[in-house]
């Protein structure tokens, strides 16, 4: 059985010379959607550093689909994905609660 860090050292990709988590792997990580991590992430943009994300070129993702077999999916997509520098990871984990992630609030703002 692999560990939990294994398995993170196996989705870090070096990319524009940085390492960095594709969407799709770091919304798995967290248990939601790769759409619901993208719909948080920009929602809440005011918590990160403009660099915090950014999205690949078709050319990069051509290049991450053809080394990386459980990406082929990624092949014919009309999306290209975004990707998270390792150092930011952190400061999503930390700026989202987690458990949040699923939820919609139903409060009404102020109050």
Known sequence: MKSISTNIE???FLIRSQ???IDRDLAELYGVSTKRLNEQVKRNKKRFPNDF???LAQ???????????????LKHTSSWPYVFPQY????ITYS????DFGKTS???SGG
């Not at 050319?59 to 999916?73: F, S």
């Not at 930011?88 to 400061?91: K, Q, S, W």
């Not at 989202?96 to 458990?99: A, G, Q, R």
């Open 106 to 108: 139903t409060k009404p």
């Open 53 to 55: 994300m950014f999205k």
């Open 96 to 99: 989202f609660h987690l458990n």
């Open 59 to 73: 050319a990069e993702t051509g290049e991450l689909v053809a080394n990386c077999d459980r990406l082929k999916v």
């Open 88 to 91: 930011l990871e952190e400061n």
């Open 19 to 21: 390492k960095v988590m």
């Open 10 to 12: 196996n989705r870090i």
